[in-house]
C-alpha cells in the first residue's frame, strides 16, 4: 500500500491546564502521540508529525525516540486550523491518512479500514447515542453527502446520530488539489480541514463513511479525558495480558506500563503497579508492591516492596517492606525491611530484617558485594564500598566498615553491661 501518514499536533491545548505539550501526557507509560505513532508505523513507514505550539519541545521528544519520523512545522500566524496544517506539505505516497495527535487509543486494526478503502476520500463516522454538541454527518445511498454544524442543524438532522470521528484517507492528488481551496472566511478566521468534504460534494467525488468505535477513536483534551483514555488502555492491557496466561487479582486496582512483557504465569496481586519497560517472568508480585524498570524471574515479590529501576531478581524471596535498588539479586532471601541499592548478591544468601546498603555518602554512590551463602543478621548496616566474601556471617546489630573475608563472622557491638536491680530504683515511688 502507498499510504503517507500525518498526524495533527500543532494545537495549544489549552483546556488541559498544563505547560506541558498536550500530546506528551502520558498514557500507561508513553506519551499519547507515541501511541499513535506506534501504530502509525505498523501501516506505513512514511510518517509526518505537524507541529507548531511549543515545537522544539515536542520535535526533541520525538526525536530521542524515533529515527524514522518526518517533522512539519505548521505556519499557525498565516494559516492556522486543520486546514492550514496541510498546507506546503509535501507527501510522496498516492495516498494520505490523516490523523488527530490527541488520539491515544487508535489501533492498527482500527485504521485498516480505513485505509484500505477504495473510495478517493474516507472519513471515519461515529454514532453516538447523544451527539449533542457535534456536528451531524448526513449520509446517503452510502456516501456522505455533508456535514452540517449543530447549530445549522434542521429538526429531522438533529436527530442523526452519525458524527465526524475527524480522521480521514484521501488520495493525494485531490489533497493537494483541494487544500488550496479552503479559505477562512468563518468566525474564528481558520482553515477547517472539514471543508475538503464541502469541495469535494462540489466536485462530486464520493465519499465514504467508515463506521469506528468512539473508544477508538476518542480525543483527549483535558485531565478528565486523560483519566478516561488510560482507564481503557489499562483494561486492553491486562486483557491481553490475561488472555496470554497473566494471573490478576482485582484488575482494576492493577497498573501495568504498556512497556511492560510477563512470560509464564505470573501472578499479580490487587494494588500491584508496574512502571516502565519491566520484563517479568514466571512471578509472584504480592499486594501493592511497586516494580519499576526491572527483571523479575521466578520470583515472589511482598507484598508492599519496592523495586526500583535497573534491578535484576532472580530466583529469589523479597519480602514485605523491602527495597531493591539498582541491583542484582540470585537467589537471594531478604524476607522484611531491608534497603539493598548499589549491591550484587550471590546465591544462597540471606538478608535478615532491618539490614540496609549504606550506598550514598552525600557526594557519590557505591557498590556493596555479597558473596554465596553469606548469612545477615538483623538491624545490620552495610557500608559501601564493601565485599562480603562466601560463607560469611554478619552478627546481628552489627556496622560493616571492611572488607570480610571468606569463613569470617563480623561483629561490631558495644560490650552489653547489667545494672541490677535499677528498674526498682528507677520507679521507686
Known sequence: MSLSVVILAAGKGTRMKSQKPKVLHTISGKPMLFHIIDEALK?????????????????????????????????????????????????????????????????????EQLANSTAPIAMTILNLKDPSGYGRVVIKDGSVEEIVEQKDCTQEQLAIQSVNGGVYAIDRELLDKFIPQINNNNAQKEY????????????????????????????????????NAEAIMQERIKNRLMLKGVIMRNPQSIYIDCRATFIGETILENGVTIEG????????????????????????????????????????????????????????KAGHLSYLGDSTIESGTNIGAGVITCNYDGKAKYQTKIGK?????????????????????????????????????????????????????????
Open 373 to 429: 551463602n553469606v548469612f545477615i543478621g538483623s538491624d545490620s548496616q552495610l557500608v559501601a564500598p564493601v565485599t562480603l566474601e562466601d560463607n560469611t556471617i554478619v552478627a546481628a546489630g552489627t556496622t560493616v566498615t571492611e572488607n570480610v573475608p571468606s569463613g569470617a563472622l563480623a561483629i561490631s557491638r558495644v560490650k552489653q553491661k547489667i545494672v541490677n536491680s535499677f528498674f526498682y530504683k528507677f520507679f521507686k515511688k
Open 192 to 227: 477547517y480541514l472539514t471543508d475538503i468534504i464541502k469541495i469535494a460534494k462540489k466536485n462530486s467525488i464520493n465519499i465514504e463513511p467508515i463506521i469506528v468505535d468512539a473508544k477508538d477513536f476518542m480525543g483527549v483534551n483535558s485531565k478528565l479525558d486523560l483519566a
Open 277 to 332: 519497560a519491566c520484563e517479568i517472568d514466571n512471578s509472584h508480585i504480592k499486594a501493592y508492591s511497586v516494580v519499576e524498570e526491572s527483571k523479575i524471574a521466578n520470583s515472589s515479590i511482598g507484598p508492599m516492596s519496592h523495586i526500583r529501576p535497573q534491578s535484576t531478581i532472580l530466583n529469589s524471596h523479597i519480602g514485605n517492606f523491602v527495597e531493591v535498588k539498582k541491583s542484582t539479586l540470585n537467589d537471594v
Open 43 to 111: 501501516l506505513s513507514k512514511d510518517v509526518t508529525v505537524v507541529l507548531s505550539h511549543q515545537f522544539e519541545q515536542i520535535k526533541s521528544e520525538i526525536e530521542k525516540s524515533y529515527t524514522n519520523i518526518k517533522i512539519h512545522k505548521q505556519d499557525t500566524q498565516n494559516f492556522p486550523g486543520t486546514g492550514g496544517a496541510l498546507k506546503g506539505l509535501q507527501l510522496s505516497s498516492k495516498r494520505a491518512l490523516i490523523l488527530n495527535g490527541d488520539m491515544p487509543l487508535i489501533t492498527q486494526e482500527s485504521l
